[in-house]
């Protein structure tokens, strides 16, 4: 009993100071972009696209960053659920937990689930020479989508695989067809949903190489798919490499506009994966 009982406060030892560690490298990240973006942060960062020289100090703000950053991750989210929804339906209802298809989809989207973004870019880019496409809003839309693919089949997956066997046997009992049993399994799955897109959007919105190559840059908001499109994450590199200090501090003020973005966005997706819950069985 004595040697259980040391073996467990050992645990807990361990365990409290992994979770101390992990809050103070947050802390110590919020910290470091609220001290050096905060006094360079003002409206019209938020307002207005980039003036003559901005990178090398002029006026104007990020804008352009901001709205190319939203259109490519919204853009890339609604794509990606289209693709992924029907994936993951197909594995859980029409296909059985010990398919040969299943595993080898299953291990597929593991695999690709660790891919750097850099080599989906790699591969966009390719794709897009193929088709004489130019670096442009579309081709940005076109690497995310690939990029959150496996998260999102992933992440959902995990939940429609856990939901209880009684349940879809319960409804082909009724008569229903595996099609009309999909209306019940989104029900359910409806919270890994939820949890699958906030954890996707917070990997495109932040993801830099890859759209590097396909997006391209530009200080203008994108009016068309084959406009190019400006990002945060490059916009605060393009910004942290400039020689003038004023510029690397509007790099952690585009920092810290990223960083609210995220945060409100995680709000509305716990908000919603709360709400969705109250369904679950």
Not at 120 to 136: K, N, V
């Amino acid at each position: 009993m004595r040697l259980k009982f040391i073996e467990e406060r050992i645990a807990k030892i361990l365990m409290s100071l992994a979770s101390l560690l992990v809050i103070l490298f947050v802390v110590s990240i919020l910290y470091t972009i609220l001290k050096r973006g905060m006094p360079a942060l003002n409206w019209d960062m938020a307002t207005k696209i980039p003036e003559g020289g901005y990178y090398n100090g002029g006026g104007g703000g990020v804008l352009n960053a901001i709205m190319g950053s939203l259109f490519i991750v919204l853009g890339s989210t609604i794509l990606g659920l289209l693709i992924s929804i029907p994936v993951v339906f197909y594995m859980n209802v029409y296909l059985s937990k010990t398919s040969k298809l299943a595993y080898i989809s299953r291990l597929a989207f593991d695999v690709m689930f660790g891919i750097p973004s850099i080599v989906y870019g790699a591969f966009a880019f390719s794709i897009m020479i193929y088709l004489g496409m130019r670096t442009s809003l579309g081709g940005g839309i076109l690497v995310i989508t690939l990029l959150v693919i496996p998260i999102f089949i992933r992440s959902m997956d995990e939940v429609a695989q856990h939901l209880p066997k009684d349940l879809l046997d319960a409804s082909y009992s009724l008569g229903a067809t595996k099609l009309e049993t999909i209306k019940v399994v989104l029900l359910q799955i409806a919270p890994g949903i939820a949890t699958a897109t906030l954890l996707s959007v917070g990997r495109a919105i932040g993801d830099a190489a890859g759209v590097m190559f396909t997006a391209g840059f530009t200080d203008s908001i994108p009016t068309s798919l084959s406009a190019p499109a400006a990002t945060l994450p490059l916009s605060v590199f393009f910004q942290l490499s400039s020689p003038s200090a004023s510029v690397q501090d509007r790099a952690y003020a585009s920092a810290l506009i990223l960083t609210i973005i995220v945060l409100i966005i995680s709000v509305l997706g716990r908000l919603v994966t709360t709400y969705f819950s109250k369904n679950k069985i």
